[in-house]
């Protein structure tokens, strides 16, 4: 494992961020995680073109271009002792360190990364499911930004956690949006049915790749609001992310999830998700 700071390589644990860095005091800056197969990075274009949608959102401007960044990535990669291996990139990017006051520093933004091996998710996990419950989603209006403000999704995560479930997944004005930390589709009669990219929800590259992927196996695809209602009556549930690609849900508050079982057309969209990132 390794850290960058600002052009400099530099062990995980080393103390390098002053006291007066926005992303430390304000949550001012944004963030991506990639994963990288074999080592190789899926989507690596695709996260680094939403990192800088997300600091155009917020009106920051990146210390670095979009090669500049795939350059430290690839780097840091072979530095970490990472090259040919599973591994995920964090990247975080924060409006820089100057004497604490709300409106904007005149200096550069600041970038940080990490370069970890991949956390592996438990074969037993995949095979049974996972169990979810519903969380009033509480955060702001802005969700396809990927701030570093997560205070709404860790709290619901923990929240979850502490009784016993895997994921919680936010509902607002009587819709689904997405999990703490994943987007949530349901399956039904051969449908498979998301929430639309609106500012809503973060629009997940695992997402794009999952619809692309959909589209192709001819499953058909509605992007639609849909109710918790509807998201418990599908014949299956998943959920996506960088991290756990596809995984099924088999409960939802405590009630199984179609047969209880993680369902085919679920399987074939984590095997074709598997088979795109290794390709
Ligand atoms: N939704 C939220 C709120 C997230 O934080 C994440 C990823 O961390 C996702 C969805 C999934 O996005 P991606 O597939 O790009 O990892």
Redesign the pocket.
Known sequence: SLGFHNGEFIALDQKIIPIDERGHQFGDGVYE?IKVYKGAPFMMRE?LV?LEKSAKAIRLQLNYSIDQLEAIIADGLHRAGLAGQDAEVYIQSTRGIATRLHTFPNVEASTTMTFRPARVIPAELRERGVAITLAVDERWAN?YI?SLN?LP?ILAKQAAVDNGYYEAVFFRDGYIT??????VYAVKDGTLYTPPATKR??H????HAVLRLARELNIPVVEEEFTPDFLSSGDEIFI????IEVLPVTTIEGQPVGNGQPGPITRRLYDAVIADATR
């Open positions: 995680l996260h939403r969700c990927k997560l999704n997405e999990g703490s930390s994943t987007n929800i973060l997940g590259i695992t997402r996506s992310s960088t991290t």
